[in-house]
């Protein structure tokens, strides 16, 4: 990690004070979410260690999509975006009135949900 990276991850990611209205107007390739030490990290090595706990070989690739789903013919989980930062959440829950997935338990249950999606694709 460079050193100007490293500062960015100290003091979060520069769209962090935006407005809802300024947040709305980016793309969301543009907000640079990743799983990487974001909430969704733990949660989803939570997922690998209840497979290997049951002796399943498989790990889903997991990446960061606009949605929950498991793509079609692939092993893999995307994670919605806005799951990576709370101020995301926060947006997502002001314009949806919800956010799937928002709590532990229940972002446990949509990785399983798609959990299951991916392993019947990999099979």
């Known amino acids: 990690m460079t050193s100007q990276a490293a500062a960015r991850a100290v003091a979060g990611p520069r769209w962090e004070s935006f407005s809802d ?17 974001s909430p969704l990290e733990p949660r989803i090595e939570q997922l690998y260690q209840e497979l290997a706990a049951r002796e399943i070989a498989v790990r889903p690739v997991c990446y960061v999509g606009d949605e929950w789903f498991s793509p079609a013919g692939m092993c893999a989980i995307a994670a919605p975006f806005y799951l990576t930062h709370p ?19 229940e972002c446990q249950r949509y990785l399983r949900h798609e959990c299951g999606h991916a392993l019947d694709h990999a099979y």
Not at 21 to 37: F, Q, S, V, Y
């Open 21 to 37: 209205a300024e947040l709305l107007a980016m793309r969301i390739r543009d907000l640079g979410a990743t799983i990487a030490g």
């Open 87 to 105: 101020r995301l959440e926060a947006l997502e829950r002001s314009q949806m009135g919800e956010v799937r997935g928002g709590s532990p338990d």
